[in-house]
């Protein structure tokens, strides 16, 4: 089983940055993608972002050239950096990982953009 805590959301202004941080504990063989996804009042889940265990990234486009993720191996960990925010940012940030085939989710965290 594996665990994934996240941390770093809040209330922030609009042209605010937030970093979010996902790590997973547990009984890890190995991890494989490793991503970010958001669920809006009323909307569906949407991928954010996701960075393979190679580094390749991809981004939804709403937050192309704003938003950074980036993962560092040997802690099991991984980034968000969300730099110039805008209201429409505003949902529950879900992290999510690939381990030996199986996907898990994080509890998710608040991120309120406010204009």
């Known amino acids: 089983q594996v665990q994934l805590v996240e941390s770093g959301g809040g209330l922030v202004q609009a042209r605010g940055s937030l970093r979010l941080s996902c790590t997973a504990s547990?009984?890890?063989?190995?991890?494989?993608?490793m991503g970010w996804y958001r669920q809006a009042p009323g909307k569906q889940r949407e991928l954010v972002a996701d960075?393979?265990?190679?580094?390749?990234?991809k981004y939804a486009d709403s937050v192309k050239g704003r938003f950074t993720i980036s993962r560092v191996n040997a802690q099991n960990t991984v980034y968000l950096q969300m730099n110039s925010l805008k209201p429409e940012d505003t949902a529950v940030y879900y992290c999510?990982?690939?381990?030996?085939?199986?996907?898990?989710w994080g509890q998710g965290t608040q991120v309120t953009v406010s204009s």
């Open positions: 960075i393979s265990s190679g580094g390749s990234t």
């Open positions: 999510r990982v690939t381990s030996s085939l199986v996907l898990y």
């Open positions: 547990g009984s890890i063989r190995s991890i494989n993608a």
